[in-house]
Structure formats: C-alpha cells, structure tokens
C-alpha cells in the first residue's frame, strides 16, 4: 500500500515493468537449459516409437498368415521410406505363380529416423531398394534384422526377427 503526497491510501496493483523482465529472464533460461533435453527425449521416443511399429507388424504379418494359411510378404523400401505387408491370395495361374495379392498394411517411417539397412538371413546387408522377407502359414518368417538410424548422432535401433516366433526383438545400436 502506498501513500500519496495528498495523503490518500492506495492499493498497488499489478506488477511493474522490471518484475516483469526479471520473470521473463528467468523463463528463458529455463526454456534454453532444458529444450535439448527435450529435443534428445522426443528424438529416442520416435525412435523406439519406429521399432515397436516393426514389433507389431511382424506380429500382424504371422497372425494373418496362419489365419488365413497364405503367406504374407513383409516388404521394406528403403529409398521410399515405407513397409508394406502383402498377403498372397493363392496360385490359381497355370504356372503356379501367385495370381492375386492384397496389400494388408502399408507404414510410412518417420522423415526423423533413416533406415540404415535390412539383412534377411545369412545375406548380406542391404542399403539401397526393397527387402522382403516371408511369413508363412505354420507360424514361421524368414530371420531378418533391420536396423534404424536416429536423429541423434550415432543413436541407432536394430529389430531382429528371430524365424521360429516370428518376434521381433529391439537393440540399441551406436552407428
């Protein structure tokens, strides 16, 4: 409360221009201290948000090939940045091909994360193109490992899908 030169009492109210700053400033420094951190959390979330979406397609892939008793391709381009999973719908042609497929599910990764390589068995590692790997009606995959690049300098996530479960397994990588 404050006295005037008249002697009325007033009430101060609100807050002046050097408080004001001062929060301010303080805010910033906050903000400045903490945002790589923030910026390193939210990088390895989407990095492990990347693994898990391969984890549970890998499942989806098993289930509709023994549901359905038709294998299910498991295809990852690694120019296009996408995974798509193809059910084979039977070998009606003469020839004994596949006459039909259906495309299940096609995933887009995240323009943050690069997709370093794909190796499907015993191969060698692919870098450039498309991958495929199978998944068959009696609940087996062929085994692969495919292994992600981060946003963060040398942070990278491999998933290897072991054949027997057909379940795909996370590891952190430096690259």
Known sequence: MTISATG??????GFSLIELSIVVFILA???AVSMPSFIRSYNAAT??????????SCQFAKLNAVLRQQKVAFYIDLDKRTISLT???GTNAPDG??????VLKTIEISPRIGVSSVQ?????AEQ?????????????????????RGAEKGSGLA?????????GMPWVVKL
Request: with cysteine.
């Open 8 to 13: 009325n009492k007033h009430a101060r109210a």
């Open 29 to 31: 420094i906050v903000l």
């Open 47 to 56: 990095l492990n948000e990347t693994g898990r979406t391969v984890i549970t």
């Open 87 to 89: 059910q084979f719908a």
């Open 97 to 102: 091909s596949d006459s039909s497929t259906v």
């Open 120 to 124: 499907i068995g015993d191969q060698p």
């Open 128 to 148: 450039r193109g498309q991958v495929e790997a199978t998944f068959y009606p009696n609940g087996t995959c062929d085994a692969f490992t495919v292994t992600f």
């Open 159 to 167: 998933i290897m899908v072991d054949p027997v479960t057909c379940r």
